[in-house]
């Protein structure tokens, strides 16, 4: 393709994409707790992720802990235990937990996530209750997802395959016959602890093959073993470990995503303390009023006026009413043509109409002389 047949594409490629930086006067304009309007325009469209080529692949924006092969192993994890008799082994694209190798941990670190996990207990059925395909899922190295085979081998319920392990059993058994591979899928929420004091326990939500079986239960600590656990923080960060119960479980395919952070944790999306709000309001009133810049005219005017939505300002109040005034100087000044512009006034007077009836703006004269316009020439609906 020749240059100038690309930037004829490009250029209209531009034309074609919905214009973000027109200034809109719809939904319900930002409030205390809400630093967006009702489906703000200005607000951050969800990114593209390419979803899994079938049913449990990673997706395009996961981080792979482990794809089969003996490299992801080695590149992403580590045996806890120095002196051990043995090592995890690597078994027909699996990792496998050997008697005496200890824990595995990532050696990277995070938080909140999406986690998948395949698992498979052995074929040959081998001890009961908690000695039947025993290892686990520990979430930043703490929070217990139980992996047991349990199919037809009962336990205590906190501590049957998908409980949170000593503090939720899971809703259903949805387990198949040992053998056969196992899918939990994971929502993991740590707990978010502010001067001392847990704001969120944090959640565990768990799907095995499918079907929900923990539904964002809070956390009471790590859970553990027989001592009853507490509400506390784990930290921001830690390491997936996966254990080693003396039982050989094999995994498979294991990826993360990060999560978007929650509004106690710094998230600007969902409802806001006022403080967080002023100050995510005060950034988008910038962001606009940086595109406002780079328009001219009317369309200036209005992003102008759309930034006040976010943050009043008196400077640039007045510099939005002096626009508005030479408009309507302009309108009226042309009295034949103005039919003619019937389209650009009304635009014009629905959005000071929207921040008059908001109370974002009052008694602007700007408005007021539109409103007499919008009268006087019936186009008012
Ligand atoms: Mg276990």
Not at 39 to 59: E, W
Not at 178 to 185: A, H, L, M
Not at 252 to 278: H, I, Q
């Amino acid at each position: 393709m020749k240059t100038n047949s690309v930037l004829q594409l490009a250029a209209l490629l531009v034309a074609l994409a919905p214009s973000f930086s027109a200034a809109q006067f719809f939904g319900d304009p930002p409030d205390k707790q809400h630093p967006w309007a009702k489906h703000d325009h200005n607000r951050p469209v969800p990114q593209d992720v390419q979803p899994g080529d079938k049913p449990g692949a990673p997706p395009s924006d996961a981080i792979v802990l482990f794809d089969g092969t003996e490299a992801s192993f080695k590149k992403n994890w580590v045996h806890i235990r120095e002196k051990r008799k043995t090592d995890w082994a690597i078994v027909d694209g699996t990792m496998q937990s050997m008697k005496g190798a200890g824990y595995i941990a990532t050696k990277e670190e995070f938080g909140d996530c999406q986690l998948h996990v395949e698992w498979k207990a052995p074929s040959v059925i081998n001890g009961a209750g908690q000695g039947r395909g025993n290892s686990g899922i520990f979430l930043m190295g703490v929070a217990e997802v139980q992996v047991l085979d349990n199919f037809n081998n009962p336990t205590y319920a906190d501590g049957w395959a998908g409980s949170v392990y000593g503090v939720m059993p899971p809703m259903v058994n949805p387990l198949r016959a040992p053998g056969e591979w196992q899918t939990y899928d994971i929502v993991f929420r740590r707990p978010i602890v502010k001067d001392g004091k847990v704001v969120d326990e944090g959640s565990m939500t768990v799907f095995i093959n499918g079907v929900l079986v923990q539904d964002a239960v809070p956390l009471e600590g790590g859970g553990g073993y027989r001592k009853r656990t507490h509400p506390k923080g784990l930290g921001d960060v830690g390491p997936l470990k996966l254990q080693d119960h003396g039982n050989p479980v094999q995994f498979r395919n294991v990826w993360y995503r990060a999560l978007r952070k929650r509004p106690a944790d710094g998230g600007s999306d969902g409802r806001l303390s006022v403080e967080a709000t002023m100050a995510k309001r005060a950034e988008i009133a910038d962001m606009v009023l940086k595109d406002a810049k780079s328009l001219d005219g009317q369309d200036k005017m209005l992003r102008l006026l759309e930034s006040l939505c976010y943050r009043s300002d008196d400077v640039i109040l007045k510099e939005v009413s002096a626009m508005g005034e030479n408009f309507v100087t302009d309108v009226q000044s042309k009295p034949d043509a103005i039919e003619s512009r019937k389209n650009e006034v009304v635009k014009v007077y629905r959005a000071f109409k929207f921040m008059n009836d908001h109370k974002l703006i009052e008694d602007l004269k700007v408005y007021q002389d539109l409103n007499q316009i919008m009268e006087k020439n019936k186009w008012k609906r």
